[in-house]
């Protein structure tokens, strides 16, 4: 009976190490392209339609800055409300 021979080093791959099991680069990808979809994509749009309805509401704000400023100035009062001149 004849023993089995063994490979010599200089035989073996010289490439990188594939281990049976484990997902390479384009499976990854794959795997990480989904997770965008499923978690990724949700946030964003809950997160844009947050700021949307938010800028609305600063837009509001702003406009009755703008008319209550406007209010002032017709009045005759040149000076912003809350503000004052005396210097310590």
């Not at 947050?50 to 209550?68: G, K, T």
């Amino acid at each position: 009976m004849v023993a089995p021979s063994v490979p010599s080093p200089a035989a073996l791959p010289a490439g990188p190490l594939v281990v049976p099991g484990v997902p390479g680069a384009p499976e990854l990808f794959v795997i990480l392209l989904i997770a965008i979809l499923l978690f990724g994509l949700p946030l964003v749009l809950v997160a844009g339609g947050y700021f949307y309805l938010r800028r609305d509401e600063s837009i509001e704000e702003l406009e009755q800055r703008i008319a209550d400023l406007e209010a002032e100035r017709a009045a005759g009062n040149d000076e912003p409300a809350g503000t004052d001149d005396e210097q310590s």
